[in-house]
T-cell receptor
Framework: AQSVAQPEDQVNVAEGNPLTVKCTYSVSGNPYLFWYVQYPNRGLQFLLKYITGDNLVKGSYGFEAEFNKSQTSFHLKKPSALVSDSALYFC???????????FGKGNQVVVIP | NAGVTQTPKFQVLKTGQSMTLQCAQDMNHNSMYWYRQDPGMGLRLIYYSASEGTTDKGEVPNGYNVSRLNKREFSLRLESAAPSQTSVYFCASELSSYEQYFGPGTRLTVT
């Protein structure tokens, strides 16, 4: 069965500092990997995806993620965090012809002014 | 282009009551999904529909039924609501290769 782990419940970072949100996955075959962001009382918004190609994927709002096959990780990064980046971030993965996306439990990011 | 829309936004039910959550998408996507979101548990798949006329169970289907009315619409029905079904419900549709787009959600409380 496929699964996604987001090991930290909350990530606190000072405004202007680099932000990293961790994700590891377990899927069969080649992975399809995604990051979504959820602002309070809103639906999930697509940030970026990895399907194939360059291991460093760039997405919306200055976010990027690095695919590491050997570590089965897909960490989300932003070089300089903004207060407006405070939100809930979800990692998701699918693979092996299973048409179901597995989500992690989410990470609350708090950017401190 | 509204994307994925859901109605209602909020609902309070008493135990045993029934209701239908509505979802529609205007992106001409084939696949549609219903999830529930509970604190600390991420999103769990209730049912999905790979195409018009087909539906399949997800991870937590008990207590729910679905109807894929046409390509645009995918509804979720609670026949006899229970307090354990208090949650936020999200509908999503899929562009391709698992890339999903979500509606704004329905906050359901069952008392």
């Amino acid at each position: 069965a496929q699964s996604v782990a987001q090991p930290e419940d909350q990530v606190n970072v000072a405004e202007g500092n680099p932000l990293t949100v961790k994700c590891t996955y377990s899927v069969s075959g080649n992975p399809y990997l995604f990051w979504y962001v959820q602002y309070p009382n809103r639906g999930l918004q697509f940030l970026l995806k990895y399907i194939t190609g360059d291991n460093l994927v760039k997405g919306s709002y200055g976010f990027e993620a690095e695919f590491n096959k050997s570590q089965t990780s897909f960490h989300l990064k932003k070089p300089s965090a903004l207060v407006s980046d405070s939100a809930l971030y979800f990692c998701a993965a699918a693979g092996g012809g299973n048409n179901r996306l597995a989500f992690g439990k989410g990470n609350q990011v708090v950017v401190i002014p | 282009n509204a994307g994925v829309t859901q109605t209602p936004k909020f609902q309070v039910l008493k135990t045993g009551q029934s209701m239908t959550l509505q979802c529609a998408q205007d992106m001409n996507h084939n696949s549609m999904y219903w999830y529930r979101q509970d604190p600390g548990m991420g999103l769990r798949l209730i049912y999905y529909s790979a195409s018009e006329g087909t539906t399949d169970k997800g991870e937590v289907p008990n207590g729910y039924n679905v109807s894929r009315l046409n390509k645009r619409e995918f509804s979720l029905r609670l026949e006899s609501a229970a307090p354990s079904q208090t949650s936020v419900y999200f509908c999503a549709s899929e562009l391709s290769s698992y890339e999903q787009y979500f509606g704004p959600g329905t906050r359901l409380t069952v008392t």
